[in-house]
């Protein structure tokens, strides 16, 4: 991690000035240079393209890395996952020698194509895996896990939003809450409890411990595409157009209700570890190739320098 830290500290100025050519489609001028050389200096300034994106593609890598061990022990957090894209192939081509010859028929095309070439890489999306996570015992009346898909609906007053963290706790109003406190929903709006003698079945019935009788039931949702859900903070999730209205889960996509159990997060640490290992060696390998790529350049304007003078 300090090497990565040292890295990006030693490279931030030449990064950022890479990051606005790459931005801006910005070109570099050259000033007079030879035709034989003005072909190499444009490579050149490719594989400095072709660096930055590898190195900007890295850091965001390192982001949702870094994010993921921080929320180790969140209640019910998912990971994100980045997922990164090359840029379009290049199809490189003979440009002194076309390889174009006659014969009877007409003209033939003798291969000049030299082969393909890679110029870059972006960082695509950057996804939640909603893979379950594992269930922890806290034998308290007021928690509870999803085993299976879906979500528990809560009111907040940016409307109505989703979770799985079901780490919930009796306001002083008799309101059954979230941390942050807002207000868990169930099929009648907001769910009210005198106190913690109740009881939740598998399929979400709140039962009052003292006459049996139904409280509520909770309102628990699903998605057509989960995975494009919205991070809000706090365990919460926003609905998009992407992620489709949410439904009602019911019968056997309804998840199966655990009282008394809160899932953990679905962070692997030794693979976040290993990724952030491979994330550091890949950064490395962009910025050596900027070096060596900023070495030969000055090359060969040092070159260009001692034929004029």
């Known amino acids: 991690m300090e090497s990565m830290l040292r ?30 050389s ?41 990971r994100d996952i ?36 890679g110029i870059g890489v972006e960082a695509n999306e950057n996804y939640t895996d909603f893979e379950q996570g594992s269930f922890r015992a806290t034998d308290a009346n007021t928690d509870f896990a999803l085993s299976g898909k879906g979500f528990f609906a809560v009111m907040t007053p940016y409307g109505e939003r989703y979770t799985r963290n079901g780490n919930f706790f009796i306001g002083k109003e008799g309101i059954l809450e979230t941390k942050e406190g807002y207000p868990v929903l169930g099929e009648n709006g907001i769910i009210h409890l005198e106190d913690d003698q109740f009881k939740v079945n598998e399929d979400g019935m709140i039962y009052n411990l003292s006459d049996n009788s139904v409280v509520d039931r909770f309102r628990t949702v699903r998605f057509d595409n989960e995975r494009y859900l919205k991070k809000m903070g706090s365990s919460l999730y926003e609905a998009n157009d992407i992620t489709g209205e949410p439904v009602i889960a019911e019968g056997e996509d309804r998840p199966v209700f655990l009282q008394g159990y809160m899932e953990t997060s679905n962070v692997n640490v ?12 890949a950064y490395e390998a962009n910025q050596k190739s900027i070096q060596s790529e900023d070495t030969m350049l000055s090359n060969l304007w040092s070159r260009v320098a001692t034929r004029r003078g």
């Not at 030449?14 to 000033?31: D, K, M, R, T, W």
């Not at 300034?45 to 982001?63: E, F, K």
């Not at 290049?90 to 006659?102: H, K």
């Not at 030794?270 to 060696?281: G, K, P």
């Open 82 to 117: 980045t997922v990164s894209k090359s840029f379009s192939e290049l199809l490189i081509r003979r440009t002194d020698a076309d390889g174009v010859y006659t014969t009877v028929f007409g003209s033939a095309d003798a291969a000049p194509v030299v082969g393909k070439l």
């Open 38 to 78: 003005h072909g190499r200096y444009r490579k050149m300034i490719r594989g400095w393209y072709t660096g930055a994106s590898g190195m900007n593609a890295q850091q965001h890598r390192l982001d949702a890395i870094s994010n993921n061990l921080a929320n180790v022990d969140t209640a019910a957090y998912k």
């Open 270 to 281: 030794v693979n976040e570890m290993v990724q952030m290992i491979e994330v550091n060696r």
């Open 7 to 36: 890295i990006q500290e030693n490279y931030k100025s030449i990064f950022c000035i890479l990051q606005i050519i790459l931005n801006n489609n910005f070109e570099i001028p050259i000033l007079k240079v030879r035709k034989e």
